[in-house]
């Protein structure tokens, strides 16, 4: 029991540490592989706006309520994203939005899924102090994102999402934070 409090409270800090390095305005070029069909991939280009937010913040509380958690005050800190995107080679109408995420142990508990409104939760470790890797299941899909500090100025991320076992898309980023 010691050990997993221990490691709980290791991977928190990394978490809290990694979250206050993201704080910050980002440029995100984005592109997405569709797998098994034979389509050109997807870009798009997004503003994303990246705050940090304090154990016992509002959206953190918001947050603990939608997941039901016992303890609304639990989560140890978290990051809010707003975003505004324009994908780049289709005719889509600006996409706007917004998503709060936040840390206790291993879980990354989010308000909204990438591929849902509803409230998921993610296995989140550490393979080092640079980058935080995240699984999340739902919907009969699997998300595994690896998002990685480059400096002070890059992130790189990669989503694989999965099916049935399957591979369908490859999501790949590069972040340049603005001054």
Known sequence: MIARSATNITLQSLAIDFFRKSAGSWNSQRRYYTLNQNVEPQEVTSLLNV?????????LIELAKSHELEDLESIVCGTKVTWQSNYTNQNRKEVNGSTVFGIQGNILYRDRGFATPKPVIAICSFPNVSTMALRTEYNANVFEEEIKLVGSRYRTRQTIISRAGQEITIGQYLETRID
């Open 51 to 59: 705050s940090f937010v304090e154990q016992g913040a509002p959206e």
